[in-house]
């Protein structure tokens, strides 16, 4: 009689598969994005995200405090700033009285433990919707002339008391720029997550509507990474843990578990993916209508963040997810 190998003698049991599983998955690695708006007692869904919503600062201070009870105790924080605020020079991000600014400083006087994790980029400033200044004549994005913005704004968010600065912006040698701007005003703690392996994807589509903060001409191909591309994320990788990242990340996730699992095995730096919006919306979309069971996808969806490499995942499904592992 044939002696198998029976790889379903270990499936057999919930306790034995606990027991040997090799992923683990808890709250503590997920971030929960939170968008934020002017006004007071304002709770406003998100068309294209069920269950996501704009918060004023102060439902925002009600929402952390119940993703801190669920053991989520790092958020990622967008402004919606309105239109009449925005200008082709974003300059609304470097008012130290904005909504930004604001949210920062109440949320850590509010919950002191709770990581505050910032963006770094002007297309929710700029009028032209674009994350670096625009050159007005030929419509190029400014490389060069972006960085010192970006610094001075790392600065302010810094000092009100970000704990994670999050470039999002793509522009070349943002991460070494803004960690020598930091340092030189003593800001030596303050981390970086680079968005480092950011694509110009199709996935991006309600996070914009979140913000009103699609283009208002072009794309952002010319500083994005082309979706054909995976060397390109390792040189992106290479220059910016060289430049002084803390952590790096890919960005979109599950179209993009490759990337993930290249960068695994080329960093030693702790890995980030972002679970976007259109990913969430996706899963969201196909429950609704009975094609998917839409809580089996998440943790499915999360639990591949985590097998391909990743130690942190943004999510919007920080919440649900929580809920869940918790139980």
Do not use: W
């Not at 963006?119 to 007005?136: E, T």
């Not at 009103?212 to 060397?231: C, E, H, L, V, W």
């Not at 094609?291 to 130690?311: N, P, Q, W």
């Amino acid at each position: 009689m044939l002696n198998l190998s029976r790889p379903r003698r270990n499936r057999k049991s919930p306790v034995l598969r606990e027991m040997i599983c090799e992923t683990h998955l808890s709250p503590a690695n997920l971030i929960a994005p939170i968008f934020v708006k002017e006004g007071s007692g304002i709770r406003e869904e998100i068309k294209t995200m069920p269950g996501i919503y704009r918060f004023s600062i102060d439902q925002a201070l009600v929402e952390i405090k119940e993703l801190q009870d669920l053991g989520v105790k790092t958020v990622s924080l967008f402004p919606a700033i309105e239109e009449s605020k925005k200008n082709s020079k974003a300059s609304e991000c470097l008012n130290p009285d904005g909504l930004y600014i604001k949210l920062i400083k109440e949320i850590k006087n509010a919950f002191p433990d709770v990581i505050c994790m910032t963006d770094v980029a002007l297309d929710p400033y700029s009028s032209d919707g674009h994350d670096g200044l625009v050159d007005s004549k030929t419509g190029e994005i400014l490389n060069d002339a972006t960085l010192e913005l970006l610094a001075k704004m790392s600065l302010l968010q810094a000092k009100a008391g970000s704990d994670i600065l999050g470039p999002s912006d793509m522009m070349d040698g943002r991460v070494g720029f803004i960690r020598d701007f930091l340092d030189e005003e003593g800001m030596t703690q303050t981390s970086i997550m680079s968005y480092t392996a950011k694509y110009a994807s199709g996935f991006y589509g309600p996070f914009r509507d979140a913000l009103n903060s699609a283009p208002k001409f072009g794309d952002k191909k010319t500083y994005q990474m082309d979706i054909r591309n995976a060397r390109e994320a390792l040189r992106e990788a290479y220059l910016d843990e060289a430049e002084g990242a803390d952590i790096l990340m890919v960005k979109p996730g599950l179209a993009y578990l490759d990337i993930l699992v290249r960068l695994r095995e080329n960093t030693t730096l702790p890995l980030a993916v972002y679970n976007v919006s259109g990913e969430y919306a996706m899963i969201k979309a196909a429950s609704k209508l009975g094609y998917i069971d839409g809580d089996k996808v998440m943790m499915e969806s999360l639990y591949a963040f985590r097998r391909a490499g990743a130690d942190v995942i943004l999510t919007y499904f920080a919440k649900d997810a929580a809920k869940i592992l918790n139980q």
